[in-house]
T-cell receptor
Framework: QKEVEQNSGPLSVPEGAIASLNCTYSDRGSQSFFWYRQYSGKSPELIMSIYSNGDKEDGRFTAQLNKASQYVSLLIRDSQPSDSATYLCAVNLLTGGGNKLTFGTGTQLKVEL | NAGVMQNPRHLVRRRGQEARLRCSPMKGHSHVYWYRQLPEEGLKFMVYLQKENIIDESGMPKERFSAEFPKEGPSILRIQQVVRGDSAAYFC???????????????FGNGTRLTVT
């Protein structure tokens, strides 16, 4: 089992729809969870962090965490073509050190006009 | 620019040459992390350093790769005798020390794209 797992996609949604991106992780004691967005040829950009069970909202983005199910998700409301990118789930695994993050392989999102 | 600075942005090396990639962390950050990203793949952890100390090098290939973060100057990722399979994007990230900002996210530089011909 991979330590951090995501569907690679592509996930295609129409403009204005809600995009739902999912991630599972293996280490039950993990405490910190992050979503990064990466445009093709660019560096990862932090968009959300979440540390407690439940929902955390920031503009059009909502991160959801369920530690019992070892599951974290990202919802993007009113999706725009500019949201088309690869979304990386990152976890500070209990077995890691310091702020070291383990990344999933990313889900490619395509927002279609 | 107070962000993570990496240079060069692009580096071309012939097989057998050495590649040196440099990274200066964000101001106030004392920890540096190197990641490698192969085309169409995710970010793979390589090494985690603080000044003059390697904390975790579990992702570093056993041969040809080394990293340092000296007391003065940037962190250096060094690849000796490069091969075509080393062609990738190498990203550096920084964070405060764990004691200062536990659970902090990593902030990434723009990366160095290494091409081995």
């Amino acid at each position: 089992q991979k330590e951090v797992e995501q569907n690679s996609g592509p996930l295609s949604v129409p403009e204005g729809a809600i995009a739902s991106l999912n991630c599972t992780y293996s280490d039950r004691g993990s405490q910190s969870f992050f979503w990064y967005r990466q445009y093709s040829g660019k560096s990862p950009e932090l968009i959300m962090s979440i540390y407690s069970n439940g929902d955390k909202e920031d503009g059009r983005f909502t991160a959801q965490l369920n530690k019992a199910s070892q599951y974290v998700s990202l919802l993007i409301r009113d999706s725009q073509p500019s949201d088309s990118a690869t979304y990386l789930c990152a976890v500070n695994l209990l077995t890691g050190g310091g702020n070291k993050l383990t990344f999933g392989t990313g889900t490619q999102l395509k927002v279609e006009l | 620019n107070a962000g993570v600075m990496q240079n060069p942005r692009h580096l071309v090396r012939r097989r057998g040459q050495e590649a040196r990639l440099r990274c200066s962390p964000m101001k106030g950050h004392s920890h540096v992390y190197w990641y490698r990203q192969l085309p169409e793949e995710g970010l793979k952890f390589m090494v985690y350093l603080q000044k003059e100390n390697i904390i975790d090098e579990s992702g570093m290939p056993k041969e040809r790769f080394s990293a340092e973060f000296p007391k003065e100057g940037p962190s250096i990722l060094r690849i000796q005798q490069v091969v075509r399979g080393d062609s990738a994007a190498y990203f550096c990230a920084s964070s405060p020390s764990y004691q200062q900002g536990g659970n902090s996210p990593l902030h990434f530089g723009n990366g160095t794209r290494l091409t081995v011909t």
